[in-house]
């Protein structure tokens, strides 16, 4: 499984940005695939996960602001993401899990005050 992400950038706070993750290879077995995100000097977190069932999961620091979707046909996950605030800037991951972890090289939201 390959993950490629897209669609970071610098926005104002209040803004929107949305983040694309492309997802190639064999997927048969992929049963969850979601966003996390590392700010400076944090650790990895969960931003919003959806699985094969379409059971959606939010980090409670994002619910109401961001919602994850997907396109099987493209095989693309989003993450749409609204009202922006700087504690949102940091490097976003794409994941994917089947019998392993498999992430994506990160793409850089920042938002600026």
């Known amino acids: 499984v390959q993950l490629q992400a897209s669609g970071g950038g610098l926005v104002q706070t209040g803004g929107s940005l949305k983040l694309s993750c492309a997802v190639s290879g064999n997927i048969v077995s992929v049963n969850t695939m979601g966003w996390y995100r590392q700010a400076p000097g944090k650790q990895r977190e969960l931003v919003a996960t959806?699985?094969?069932?379409?059971?959606?999961r939010y980090a409670d620091s994002v619910k109401g602001r961001f919602t994850i979707s997907r396109d099987n046909a493209k095989r693309t996950v989003f993450l749409q993401m609204n009202s922006l605030n700087p504690e949102d800037t940091a490097v976003y991951y794409c994941?994917?899990?089947?019998?392993?972890?498999?992430w994506g090289r990160g793409t850089l939201v920042t938002v600026s005050s």
């Open positions: 994941h994917a899990k089947d019998w392993w972890d498999h």
């Open positions: 959806i699985s094969r069932g379409d059971n959606i």
